[in-house]
């Protein structure tokens, strides 16, 4: 049987042509994914939940006792060096 590969951006495209698969007599499936189960899409970048299986007891070290404010942090940090 052949195939034929379509792309869409909006639902209501995926909607209609299954309407007409009803009156055609065409199939529609839709392929599985790779992604892991546990991940999800945000602005269409895919977010993984975290290994819970390393150990940042290393880390503890050099963050423990210091007053360290993450809006600082940001602003030091992720500047852009022009």
Known sequence: MPELVIKYKD???LNALIDFAK???FSISIP???KPKDSFLI?????LQGD???DTSELESIFSSRNIDS???REQSWL???
């Open 32 to 34: 599985k994914t790779n």
């Open 23 to 25: 009156y055609f007599n």
């Open 43 to 47: 602005n269409g970048v895919s977010i």
């Open 52 to 54: 819970s299986s390393i």
């Open 80 to 82: 852009r060096k022009k």
């Open 11 to 13: 639902k209501r495209t």
């Open 71 to 73: 809006k600082i942090l």
